[in-house]
């Protein structure tokens, strides 16, 4: 059927190695239902993180989740085999393994840190997030250089393997995503009310700073669980960009949010699809679909409207 639609009919059934996408899916399902998952979390979040211009504590998130990786590698290498079969490091397997847990704690703790307004002035929040992005990115690479005998698994957990992602991360994203949106769903009121207007949320007696961390929280959860699955930079491209180019179209809110996870949901689709028919490298390919979405914002300012 789809032969008979002269364009749409050639770009769909463009093949690869004499394989078309869809002959390919069954292989590449995993990847493509972990990337889509993804997108529709991260797009819905990258809303608060635009708006909030809270940026770069997910930049700084996702550097601090990886160093949690790491030291968790560092600790295994350090304690020995004996302390494995001792039970005090928690398996790789399974559902949430032992690297999964040591990002999260470094991820969720972190997040709680800078969902605190910093009274000093010194030393302001741009300052901490500065050194919380550089100072983990560099300790990694120093981490990844002394542990030559891991640094295969370590990179496949910091970076991802789009293509084929196991089981276990499926479910568990699917279990983030159920979580975080059924977390969303019942505070999206007081979320938004101290979001954009804390003082008054703070003065009818709402708790600013509780509210603010579970926000927090949510995003260092989810961004640790999808660096674990499909790698760190199209996680951080779909919190920022869908969420960009959908405030560019519109001012209102659940509009946004909306637009927002069509857009991640598609860049992810369109950017796996490329990816397969010219052999590009998946998350580049997902970050430059993301683009794609942001000319019509950028023509809607140009012209004024």
Same mark, same amino acid.
């Given at each position: 059927?789809?032969?008979?639609?002269?364009?749409?009919?050639?770009?769909?059934?463009?093949?690869?190695?004499?394989?078309?996408?869809?002959?390919?899916?069954?292989?590449?399902?995993?990847?493509?239902?972990?990337?889509?998952?993804?997108?529709?979390?991260?797009?819905?979040?990258?809303?608060?993180?635009?708006?909030?211009?809270?940026?770069?504590?997910?930049?700084?998130?996702?550097?601090?989740?990886?160093?949690?990786?790491?030291?968790?590698?560092?600790?295994?290498?350090?304690?020995?085999?004996?302390?494995?079969?001792?039970?005090?490091?928690?398996?790789?397997?399974?559902?949430?393994?032992?690297?999964?847990?040591?990002?999260?704690?470094?991820?969720?703790?972190?997040?709680?840190?800078?969902?605190?307004?910093?009274?000093?002035?010194?030393?302001?929040?741009?300052? @901490?997030?500065?050194?919380?992005? #550089?100072?983990? /990115?560099?300790? *990694? %690479?120093?981490? +990844?250089?002394?542990? =030559? $005998?891991?640094?295969?698994?370590?990179?496949?957990?910091?970076?991802?393997?789009?293509?084929?992602?196991?089981?276990?991360?499926?479910?568990?994203?699917?279990?983030?995503?159920?979580?975080?949106?059924?977390?969303?769903?019942?505070?999206?009121?007081?979320?938004?009310?101290?979001?954009?207007?804390?003082?008054?949320?703070?003065?009818?007696?709402?708790?600013?700073?509780?509210?603010?961390?579970?926000?927090?929280?949510?995003?260092?959860?989810? @961004?640790?669980?999808?660096?674990? #699955?499909?790698? /760190?930079?199209? *996680? %951080?491209?779909? +919190?920022?960009?869908? =969420? $960009?180019?959908?405030?560019?179209?519109?001012?209102?809110?659940?509009?946004?949010?909306?637009?927002?996870?069509?857009?991640?949901?598609?860049?992810?689709?369109?950017?796996?699809?490329?990816?397969?028919?010219?052999?590009?490298?998946?998350?580049?390919?997902?970050?430059?679909?993301?683009?794609?979405?942001?000319?019509?914002?950028?023509?809607?300012?140009?012209?004024?409207?």
């Amino acid at each position: 059927m789809l032969e008979s639609i002269p364009i749409i009919g050639r770009l769909l059934l463009a093949e690869n190695g004499g394989m078309t996408f869809w002959e390919a899916l069954p292989i590449l399902q995993s990847g493509v239902v972990a990337s889509i998952m993804v997108a529709l979390l991260a797009g819905y979040l990258g809303i608060y993180v635009i708006l909030k211009r809270i940026v770069f504590v997910s930049a700084a998130l996702s550097q601090i989740s990886s160093l949690g990786i790491a030291f968790f590698f560092l600790g295994s290498a350090l304690l020995g085999s004996g302390a494995a079969s001792a039970g005090l490091l928690p398996a790789e397997e399974g559902i949430v393994n032992g690297p999964l847990l040591s990002s999260l704690f470094f991820g969720c703790v972190t997040a709680s840190i800078l969902a605190v307004q910093v009274g000093e002035k010194k030393l302001t929040r741009e300052s @901490i997030l500065g050194i919380g992005y #550089a100072l983990p /990115a560099g300790l *990694v %690479f120093l981490i +990844l250089d002394k542990l =030559a $005998a891991e640094t295969h698994d370590i990179e496949n957990i910091l970076f991802g393997n789009v293509i084929f992602v196991p089981e276990r991360h499926l479910w568990l994203l699917a279990g983030t995503l159920v979580g975080v949106f059924s977390i969303h769903f019942l505070l999206y009121k007081r979320f938004v009310y101290i979001s954009f207007d804390p003082e008054t949320a703070q003065a009818t007696g709402s708790n600013v700073r509780l509210l603010n961390q579970v926000l927090f929280v949510t995003l260092a959860f989810t @961004i640790s669980v999808s660096i674990a #699955a499909i790698g /760190a930079l199209p *996680v %951080f491209s779909f +919190l920022v960009m869908p =969420a $960009a180019s959908a405030l560019m179209l519109t001012d209102r809110l659940k509009i946004a949010f909306s637009l927002s996870m069509i857009f991640g949901v598609l860049s992810a689709a369109i950017g796996f699809y490329l990816s397969f028919v010219y052999s590009l490298p998946t998350g580049p390919a997902m970050l430059g679909a993301a683009g794609f979405f942001l000319i019509p914002g950028i023509i809607k300012r140009v012209l004024g409207r």
